[in-house]
């Protein structure tokens, strides 16, 4: 379902009543990166290079096979709010 709502976006005034409840899902990630600074003092290659350090070892878990990874950067801003 997620995943439809990335693919086809979601707008105010097109409320679907075949959907009628709406998932709301946050994440706290804590890390022990030491050779790398807080995102709020990282320069853009040091937050490229963590998320591409945590991309890789999430694919080597077996448990989120079936599991996608969205950039914020490329949601809307109602996607980004929907995800807050």
Do not use: W, Y
């Not at 990166?33 to 070892?57: I, K, N, W, Y």
Request: hydrophobic share 40%; glycine share 4%; aromatic share 4%.
């Amino acid at each position: 379902m997620f995943h439809d709502i990335l693919n086809e976006g979601l707008s105010p005034q097109k409320g679907s009543k075949s959907i009628p409840v709406t998932l709301s899902t946050r994440i706290r990630l804590a890390r022990n990166l030491r050779e790398f600074p807080f995102p709020g003092r990282a320069e853009t290659s040091q937050r490229r290079a963590v998320l591409t350090r945590c991309l890789d070892a999430m694919t080597e878990i077996k448990d989120l096979d079936s599991s996608f990874a969205v950039e914020v950067d490329d949601l809307s801003e109602l996607e980004r709010q929907i995800l807050v």
